[in-house]
């Protein structure tokens, strides 16, 4: 049972756009979400990161949202540029332990 | 800049050898961690550390073992490599308290024929 969603595996955007990525989970107990990128042939990179206890963390032009009732999180990125063309996961934990939980990837292609 | 290394980046190697995968990090990080994924597919969390001679299997199984002999360092072994075992497996290393990111090595992809 995958606790972690990622609902659209590829997301298309024209530069300068805004991009949103989605993410939904189910465990009730996660208690900090984060997000990666991950270049082809390259390890997953930390994006951004937010705590159960907020519902906005904004970092340059990446921003993340929380929204608790609906289990529901998203990345927002602004303006969208070329270099951002890349898979972007969504992660989280329960609180008490280090395990990361993993959804599947969206992957964002920025066109000119 | 995290600063985890992986070696090696790709191999490929036949049934029944023995395989480690070797993983350092820099930062001076007490947690450490396996992952394996498959393409287009979520990361799995296979081992993890939280300091010098501790180590935990994660929530999926894997055949493989794990040491912890000095802080920056973290190998896998698979005393007998099997096509099954063809993945790509990812080290992670964190700071260890509070709610903090796992920073990852680029990995290595690993082929079994």
């Known amino acids: 049972d995958q606790q972690v969603k990622q609902n659209s595996p590829s997301l298309s955007v024209q530069e300068g756009r805004i991009s949103i990525l989605n993410c939904d989970y189910t465990n009730s107990m996660f208690d900090y979400f984060l997000w990666y990128k991950k270049y082809p042939a390259e390890g997953p990179t930390f994006l951004i990161s937010?705590?159960?206890?907020?519902d906005k963390n904004e970092d340059g032009r990446f921003t993340v949202f929380l929204n608790k009732s609906a289990k529901h999180l998203s990345l927002h990125i602004v303006p969208s540029q070329p270099g951002d063309s890349a898979v972007y996961f969504c992660a989280a934990k329960s609180e008490g332990t280090d395990k990361l939980i993993f959804g599947t990837g969206t992957r964002l292609q920025v066109f000119p | 800049e995290a600063d985890i290394y992986q070696t090696p980046r790709y191999l490929v190697i036949g049934t029944g050898k023995k395989i480690t995968l070797e993983c350092s990090q820099t930062m001076g990080h007490d947690k450490m961690y396996w992952y394996q994924q498959d393409p287009g597919m979520e990361l799995h969390l296979i081992h993890y550390s939280y300091g010098v001679n501790s180590t935990e299997k994660g929530d999926l199984s894997s055949e493989s073992t794990v040491s912890r002999i000095r802080t920056e360092h973290f190998p896998l072994t698979l005393e007998s490599a099997r096509p099954s075992h063809t993945s790509q497996y990812l080290c992670?290393?964190?700071?260890?308290?509070?709610?903090?990111?796992?920073?990852f090595g680029d990995g290595t992809r690993l082929s079994i024929l």
């Open positions: 937010i705590s159960s206890i907020k």
């Open positions: 992670a290393s964190s700071l260890g308290w509070g709610n903090q990111p796992q920073h």
